[in-house]
């Protein structure tokens, strides 16, 4: 009988695609959706802030309630690899226990039970995966790692310095999803810009870029995380002339205040910042994306203030913002008398909540009457007599749906296929169009 196979992917898109290498050597299992069904469980844990980590428990434990008494439970990931001594020993309805360095033996480890903690990160190579969610768009992993010392950030601590993947690798690896339909990719790793670095090369991007041009089939492209202290103008206006690359701009700026820039060890300071948003703003069709933390520790008002005072006036089309939480092993952590108290913190997410929500509706508001390149994804998030569709340039999952009340065309709308459409109105925090002509 055909074994069963229940996988549960959490956190970023980094760890999805490690899930998707799992997948790839668990071919022989059939995938099942109901985890009482399964003969293996795994769940592909984040251990990144204190609210991930909390998920990434209670699942394990709520999926230990349900499954059969006879199937193995897997812990892999991020939060394993990072609290493994101390999960190992308590945690005992787990029955396998792995890190980030063994997604490619993860057949091995449940053919032979057995726990595997590599001394070094995975590093993804030319192999199968199985590409969920998506018969159009994969994510391509640059690297694994991190070189910046982020006073908030520990993923350095638990993933290690910057390795990255040779360009032949990536390549190989995007003409083989080419070969399988995929003709849209997002690049993506801690620090993108940063790419190439342990080999000496500075703006490895450009190289990226040129050899993802060359790969036929290749229609739609964006690079994620681009870090502003390893980023160059030269890196930008690559992108801004690429005919392949959208003018997506994806740099968590985490704040803009010159004093909190240095307690967060970014590296770069408030000028280059702007500098580099500027001309991010100023390209054609651009879509800009940021992050912000509220609360660490030594953000003073006047910080605060001057953070909001920047959101207000640079126009962001999408902006993320987190309450900071103490990371162990952190300098941050270790600035007692300077915590901002959870209250404050709070609040101060609300105030920026709402300044988030203006800027979206006004990045919207931009679409409208407008015709734009889209890509129908399926059946909507709001209502089965809608379609529901994104921007072809923007991110997967992130930027938000487009709903297809319309269809000009003579043909059915497919899935995975691009269009052109005419965006009619703004509903809410998403665009409403109709579809005017296949692309």
């Known amino acids: 009988m055909e074994k069963k196979l229940h996988l549960v992917s959490l956190g970023c898109t980094k760890n999805l695609i490690d899930s998707e290498v799992m997948l790839g050597r668990l071919s022989n299992y059939k995938i099942t959706s109901q985890a009482d069904d399964a003969d293996v469980i795994i769940v592909n844990t984040c251990g990144f802030i204190d609210a991930a980590k909390q998920e990434s428990i209670q699942t394990i434990l709520d999926l230990h309630q349900s499954r059969k008494d006879d199937s193995l439970l897997v812990m892999s990931g991020c939060l ?61 992993k640059l690297s694994e790692g991190c070189n910046q010392q982020c006073s908030f950030c520990a993923i350095p601590h638990f993933k290690g310095k910057l390795q990255s993947r040779p360009l032949s690798d990536i390549k190989s690896e995007v003409q083989k999803l080419v070969g399988q339909g995929f003709y849209d990719f997002s690049f993506i790793s801690q620090d993108s810009s940063s790419y190439l670095r342990d080999f000496d090369q500075k703006d490895g991007l450009i190289q990226l870029i040129d050899e993802i041009e060359s790969v036929k089939g290749v229609k739609s492209a964006r690079i994620l995380y681009l870090y502003p202290s390893t980023l160059s103008d030269d890196v930008l206006y690559k992108i801004i002339d690429s005919p392949i690359f959208h003018n997506y701009f994806d740099m968590p700026i985490q704040h803009i205040s010159e004093n909190m820039l240095k307690i967060m060890k970014r590296g770069s300071g408030q000028k280059i910042i702007k500098h580099q948003l500027e001309i991010m703003r100023n390209a054609p069709d651009a879509f800009v994306r940021t992050s912000i933390i509220a609360g660490h520790p030594g953000e003073k008002d006047e910080d605060f203030k001057e953070l909001c005072d920047f959101l207000k006036d640079f126009d962001f089309d999408r902006i993320n913002v987190f309450a900071y939480s103490d990371e162990e092993g952190t300098k941050a952590q270790r600035m007692e008398e300077e915590k901002i108290p959870s209250d404050i913190i709070d609040k101060r997410i609300a105030k920026l909540n709402k300044i988030i929500d203006k800027k979206i509706q006004k990045s919207l508001q931009n679409e409208m009457n407008k015709e734009i390149d889209i890509v129908v994804c399926g059946q909507s998030s709001e209502h089965e007599f809608f379609l529901g569709a994104k921007k072809l340039s923007w991110a997967e999952d992130i930027d938000g749906e487009i709903l297809i009340n319309e269809n000009e065309t003579n043909n059915e709308p497919v899935i995975g296929k691009t269009y052109k459409a005419k965006v009619t109105q703004v509903a809410g925090d998403k665009l409403v169009a109709t579809l005017t002509k296949e692309s």
């Not at 493994?84 to 490619?104: P, S």
Request: aromatic share 12%.
């Open 80 to 140: 394993s690899e990072r609290y493994k001594e101390q999960l190992t020993k308590e945690l005992k309805e787990v029955d396998i226990f792995t890190g980030v360095g063994d997604y490619d033996k993860i057949d091995e480890l449940i053919a032979r039970r057995e726990n595997r903690f590599s001394p070094r990160t995975y590093l993804i190579k030319d192999q199968d995966r199985v590409i969920t969610g998506s018969n159009y768009h994969a994510y391509i």
